[in-house]
């Protein structure tokens, strides 16, 4: 069964902790993506990467990182310099790298929802 | 930058009715556009993908519309039913400016649909 899984569905912070979002997908495909996604707004781009061992930021990287050592793999860590994390985190990817790669369907994970104790 | 609005934010109809979802974006320069659903507290699921070289796409009731020049889609659903409940959010891919090669989100339309 081919997709995309995030762990865990619901994840609590506390203030000053930094927290870890699993993505895994089996879809064979390159290219990755970390979106947040805020009540009444759109998705917005956290980071992505394109090939393993490479990554770039998005539109609100600030508080975030991640990593790339697998092509099945891309995990989000949501560090104690993210002041408002409580969002909604969906992670994407897509079959190809580069700009033919970006043309294609994204394909999403079911999310994570992050609250602040 | 690409901004990409949608109307209305939310929409309330009674089954069997035809609706139309609206999308604009600014910038005309994209790849293509694509009409996603959401599921309460779930993941995006694609509905359509429409190429920019493309006027429109159909799938069973679906119906979306590209006019690019104008920086408009429209996305029409035919003899609406309460499974169709949901967010419909549409999304450009950039082909140009600092958003290139980045999906720019509407922030949706939260459909409805009552027995």
């Known amino acids: 069964d081919g997709g995309i899984t995030q762990s865990p569905k619901y994840l609590f912070r506390k203030e000053g902790q930094n927290v870890t979002l699993s993505c895994e997908q089996n879809l064979n495909h390159d290219a990755m993506y970390w979106y947040r996604q805020d009540p009444g707004q759109g998705l917005r781009l956290i980071y992505y990467s394109q090939i393993v061992n490479d990554f770039q930021k998005g539109d609100i990287a600030e508080g975030y990182s991640v990593s790339r050592e697998k092509k099945e793999s891309f995990p989000l860590t949501v560090t104690s310099a993210q002041k408002n994390p409580t969002a909604f985190y969906l992670c994407?990817?897509?079959?190809?790298?580069?700009?033919?790669?970006?043309?294609?369907?994204?394909?999403f994970g079911p999310g994570t929802r992050l609250l602040v104790l | 930058k690409q901004e990409v609005t949608q109307i209305p934010a939310a929409l309330s109809v009674p089954e069997g009715e035809n609706l139309v979802l609206n999308c604009s974006f600014t910038d005309s320069a994209i790849y293509n556009l694509q009409w996603f659903r959401q599921d309460p507290g779930k993941g995006l699921t694609s509905l359509l993908l429409?190429?920019?070289?493309?006027r429109e796409q159909t799938s069973g009731r679906l119906n979306a519309s590209l006019d690019k020049s104008s920086g408009r889609s429209t996305l029409y659903i035919a003899a609406s039913q309460p499974g169709d409940s949901a967010t419909y959010l549409c999304a450009v891919l950039n082909a140009g400016g600092t958003s290139y090669g980045k999906l720019t989100f509407g922030q949706g339309t939260i459909l409805t649909v009552h027995p």
């Open positions: 994407a990817s897509s079959k190809g790298a580069g700009l033919a790669g970006g043309r294609e369907t994204q394909y």
């Open positions: 429409i190429q920019s070289s493309q």
